[in-house]
């Protein structure tokens, strides 16, 4: 039914009208503020409290997204379109469509988020879920075309998409950076924006008629592993009550911030390294980074692909250490998880590194296995050369295959195992829908997932009323999972909890099927090499502490 007066509601920072969808099933707040603009001098400050406002301010137009690189992510929708199996014809069309498409306003005012609701009581106390968006911790959006749905709220559940520094203006770490901070540490600002929107939602969810006790924070890829950071970080202890993460990437795990792990130099080396090539060296270089122009700042990201990757690093305040590690060691918050990956995470992104390990995606490339390859593994590497056909001889589908568990898969698993291990109720998917074409490549590509989760409708990849059915069964999983910490709330396949003696996952695609996890052998191997890095980093912090 419609309704006649624009929603409002009271927050922190004053009071917001939004707007009714739905016909009036889900109200929907866009671009409310939840921190201070990060701006001038709070660039590279952990997040300052939301500035009030007076009046009524309206809610109805998405905030500015955060600066970000952007390069990846074009190349990444080119590979989801021409991986469809489409004539030639109609994905030259839709790409250049694509790029034609307005490009969201960037902002370092980005500190923003959108809330969907359908129940403005406050004594509603609904399931709240928290989306964080993935994008290498480089790119992304709260209302990037995945997200733009109300399928969930409709569902019962209150949904809050935030927004937070990415790349650059996220994470950069820098000597006088840390020497001005209180906790002696720089970087993980995109972070400390994550916390502090669940910080707002803390103090303002009820008014949206969610429940501040049970809230669940979910993510895909980056976002993934930002739920993660945010199931080890003492700063986000209580905020959150569920944990979903959905192909947890780990691209910057390993970066110390100041004991340097599988790269040459640490986070604040970077920094500085960053600065000199702006011409910027000497004493103070801080104010003078500060008085730069994004568009100075993000033209040197674009233009010098080693100093752009800026990633969340180990500063021991904010991320004490590696998830890998403190999953392994039961140092996460010990709370109902749901995990996944789809089963063929790496075919859009094998093509963007060119190698099958992340770690090394920047060393020259190599006829057969590189010697840092064979040094990883060890006396492993026949096994995997014959569990990954080809893999010895450089061939695409195997590598692709490789980088997709060794990055997603079988680290999805490890959490999930030792998440279990501590008695934590802990249940696993795998996602393995493809796409229609009987000639499409991408398979069940990273993200892939995303439309049926959301329930959102992009028109250029029309579902099939099979595909409508199994994302109205991943979203009944998802939502019952953030109501009662059970995905098996509703009347479904059962879905078993992971037993980390005979671990089973949910097989979804158009059938469903609970299944022992079949790429066992191959996890065993890709975690095997995980440990002995999780034993290298405790024996890393050991000496440094000595």
Known sequence: MARQAAPQVTTTGGEIKGAWKDKGEVAVFRGVPYAAAPVGERRWKPPAPVEP?????????????????????????????????????????ISAAFKKAPTPKESEECLHLTVRTPELRSDARLPVMVWIHGGDHQDGASNDIYYESNALARDGVVTVAINYRLGLMGYFAHPELSAESDAGVSGNYGTLDQIAALEWVRDNISNFGGDPNNVTIFGESAGGESVLHMMISPLARGLFHRALPQSPANSGQMFFLDRPFLNNESAEDR?????????????????????????ELQGLVRAAPRLADHFPVIDGHVLPESPLAAFAGGRQAQVPMLIGSNANEGTLIHPMFGAPMVEYRHLPTSDGLSPEFVEAFGDDVAALTELYPGLDRNDPDAEAGFLGD??????????????????NPTWLYHFTRVPPSPTQTAGAYHAAELPFVHGSNVPVFPMTDDDKALGAKMRSYWTGFAATADPNSAAQIAWPQVDPADPQWLNLNHSVVAEPVTRRDKYAILNARTQRLVDDMASITSRAAS
């Open 271 to 295: 920094g500085v390294s960053f600065a000199a090539a702006l011409g910027i060296t000497g004493d103070r270089q801080l104010p003078r980074l500060r008085d730069m122009s994004v568009d």
């Open 53 to 93: 406002w007076t009046g009524v301010r309206s809610a109805t137009r998405p905030g500015p997204t955060a600066i970000q690189r952007a390069t990846m992510i074009s190349a990444f929708v080119d590979g989801v379109i021409y991986g469809q199996g489409w004539s030639s014809t109609r994905a030259r069309a």
């Open 406 to 423: 060794h990055m997603f898969g079988a680290k999805a698993y490890w959490y999930a195992r030792h998440h279990a291990q501590g008695a």
